[in-house]
Structure formats: structure tokens, C-alpha cells
């Protein structure tokens, strides 16, 4: 059914506006965070982590999206193809935080895990399998199995937060998503979580 608020104006708002999975857990980093938004797009969560007080690396192969981050305060694009097989541009433990949203490409999965310092949060957010019903992303290579990020951070990190299923905002989608912390320490829940 057409939702007659699916604008146009609302989808760009969207794709400007910081999803609130990740948002509510971001909020915990502490401000001079390291934080990677890894195939960031147009930046939505690397300007609202840096308007935050993080220190972002904002990274996408697409240089016409990187560059509208060329003069925002406290981001440092990086174009890198993440996927042409040449090593990441990142030391390990680089990083306070992850955060991944509407991308995936599993072979590189488990070098989040070595980008992040001890303790560090991975914000994960895409799509999952039943999403084909919707739009796209409908080809399975890049929508997560059921409880696929669950399985895939089990050994190297402590779950906080996960998510899977239907969500009918910002546009009608079957998504998946994840906060976790590097390590095996359960440690603080953001306030206001229940
Ligand atoms: C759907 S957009 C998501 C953007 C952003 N994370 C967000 O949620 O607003 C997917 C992004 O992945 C980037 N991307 C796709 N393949 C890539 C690759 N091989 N290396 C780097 N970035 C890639 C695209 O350029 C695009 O900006």
C-alpha cells in the first residue's frame, strides 16, 4: 500500500537522517571517539557521530558522496574500494566504534572485528532475506540470513542489543541489526534502553 507521506522530500529525509539503531547506541561513545563509518555514503551517521563529538573516518569508493564531507568538522573521508581484495587502509584496533549500515559484503566481516580496540561497539544495520517482498536489496548476496550477525559476532564479541525483522520507516523493509561490544565484558546499556 502507498503510504501518501512517502514523499519524495521524505525519502531524501531519510537518506539524510541518522537511523535511530544506530543513534541510541552511538550516543555512549564518549566525545574524541574513533568511530569508522564503513561505506558511509552521504554520511548521514559520520556528520550526526562528528556533530556529536566523535572523530569519524568516513569511508566509500564513491567520490562524489565523499565529497560533500570534504568541509565537515571532524570527518576525514577515505576512498577505498572495500571489496578489490587489497588490504583495508586501517591498522588494527583503530577504532572506539563501527558502524555499518546498508551494506554488506561478508568476506571482509570479520576484519570489523579486528578494527576495533578492546571493548570498541559494532553497529550493524542492513537488510535481510524476506526483503525482495519490499524492493531492493532483493539479491540474497546482500541480505543477511536469519540471525546471520548473531552468529557472525558469537566468538569475538558480547551481544547488547539485536534486532531482526518487518519495519514499516523509513520505507517498508525486512531488516537486521546489531550492537556489540569487542570482547567478552558486558558492560553499560545506553540510557533509556528498557
Ligand atoms: C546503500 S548505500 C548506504 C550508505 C550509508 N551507509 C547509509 O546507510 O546511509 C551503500 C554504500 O556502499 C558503498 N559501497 C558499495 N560497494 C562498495 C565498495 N566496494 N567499497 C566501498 N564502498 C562501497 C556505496 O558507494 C554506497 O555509498
Same mark, same amino acid.
Given at each position: 500500500m !502507498?503510504?501518501a507521506?512517502?514523499?519524495?522530500?521524505?525519502a531524501? %529525509?531519510?537518506?539524510d537522517?541518522?537511523? @535511530?539503531w544506530?543513534?541510541? /547506541?552511538? #550516543?555512549m561513545l @564518549?566525545d574524541?571517539?574513533?568511530?569508522?563509518?564503513?561505506a558511509?555514503g552521504?554520511?548521514?551517521h559520520a556528520?550526526?557521530?562528528a556533530a556529536?563529538?566523535?572523530r569519524?573516518?568516513?569511508?566509500?569508493?564513491?567520490p562524489? +558522496? $565523499?565529497?560533500? $564531507?570534504?568541509s !565537515?568538522?571532524? !570527518?576525514?573521508?577515505?576512498a577505498?574500494d572495500?571489496?578489490?581484495?587489497a588490504?583495508?587502509?586501517w591498522?588494527?584496533?583503530?577504532?572506539?566504534?563501527? &558502524?555499518?549500515?546498508?551494506?554488506l559484503?561478508?568476506p571482509?566481516?570479520?576484519r570489523?572485528?579486528?578494527l576495533?580496540?578492546?571493548g570498541?561497539l559494532?553497529?550493524y544495520?542492513?537488510?535481510?532475506?524476506g526483503?525482495? +517482498?519490499?524492493?531492493?536489496?532483493?539479491?540474497p548476496?546482500?541480505?543477511?540470513a @536469519?540471525g546471520? $550477525? $548473531?552468529?557472525?559476532?558469537?566468538?569475538a /564479541?558480547t &551481544? #547488547? +542489543? /539485536?534486532e531482526q525483522?518487518?519495519?514499516?520507516?523509513? +520505507?517498508p *523493509? #525486512? &531488516?537486521?541489526?546489531?550492537? *556489540?561490544?569487542?570482547? %567478552?565484558e558486558?558492560g553499560?546499556?545506553?540510557?533509556?534502553?528498557?
Amino acid at each position: 500500500m !502507498v503510504d501518501a507521506r512517502d514523499t519524495p522530500a521524505r525519502a531524501r %529525509h531519510a537518506l539524510d537522517t541518522p537511523s @535511530p539503531w544506530v543513534s541510541r /547506541f552511538a #550516543m555512549m561513545l @564518549p566525545d574524541g571517539a574513533e568511530v569508522l563509518d564503513l561505506a558511509c555514503g552521504r554520511g548521514r551517521h559520520a556528520r550526526w557521530l562528528a556533530a556529536r563529538g566523535c572523530r569519524v573516518t568516513a569511508a566509500d569508493r564513491d567520490p562524489s +558522496a $565523499l565529497a560533500a $564531507l570534504d568541509s !565537515v568538522a571532524g !570527518v576525514a573521508p577515505c576512498a577505498v574500494d572495500l571489496e578489490d581484495g587489497a588490504p583495508w587502509p586501517w591498522p588494527p584496533a583503530s577504532f572506539d566504534a563501527v &558502524v555499518v549500515t546498508n551494506y554488506l559484503f561478508r568476506p571482509a566481516f570479520d576484519r570489523l572485528g579486528a578494527l576495533l580496540r578492546p571493548g570498541g561497539l559494532l553497529i550493524y544495520e542492513t537488510f535481510m532475506q524476506g526483503n525482495a +517482498a519490499f524492493g531492493k536489496p532483493s539479491n540474497p548476496v546482500f541480505l543477511l540470513a @536469519p540471525g546471520e $550477525l $548473531l552468529e557472525r559476532t558469537r566468538e569475538a /564479541f558480547t &551481544v #547488547m +542489543a /539485536f534486532e531482526q525483522g518487518e519495519v514499516a520507516r523509513p +520505507a517498508p *523493509a #525486512m &531488516v537486521q541489526r546489531i550492537c *556489540a561490544r569487542k570482547g %567478552h565484558e558486558t558492560g553499560r546499556l545506553p540510557e533509556g534502553s528498557a
